[in-house]
Nanobody, 119 residues
């Protein structure tokens, strides 16, 4: 079992930056792939980025490349999403998630953290 808790959301002006954190606990994470998703008001949940816990190479949705960076600190069991040059359209609830190497879908989810970008 894996437990995930997001933090770091809040209110920021357009053009500003935020770093989201996802603290993971429970079973060892070395066999898991970690991901960030977001859901804006009235819209479907969308994939942002992912990275293997034991790996280095990240994967991004094309629309987020260059502005968002996924990273991790294995010693702290923490996943990060650095968000730069934020736009009002980035306003959403951001979720971290995890899936095992044996799974197709992300089966573990955090509670989400609200990001609001003002214009």
């Amino acid at each position: 079992q894996v437990q995930l808790v997001e933090s770091g959301g809040g209110l920021v002006q357009a053009g500003g930056s935020l770093r989201l954190s996802c603290a993971a606990s429970g079973r060892t994470l070395y066999n898991y792939r970690m991901g960030w998703f977001r859901q804006a008001p009235g819209k479907e949940r969308e994939f942002v980025a992912s990275i293997s816990w034991s790996g280095i190479l990240p994967s991004y949705a094309d629309s987020f490349k260059g502005r968002f960076t996924i990273s991790k600190d294995n010693t702290k069991n923490t996943l990060y999403l650095q968000m730069n040059s934020l736009k009002p359209e980035d306003t959403a609830v951001y979720y971290c998630a995890a899936r095992s190497a044996m799974s197709q879908n992300y089966g573990f989810w955090g509670q989400g953290t609200q990001v609001t970008v003002s214009s």
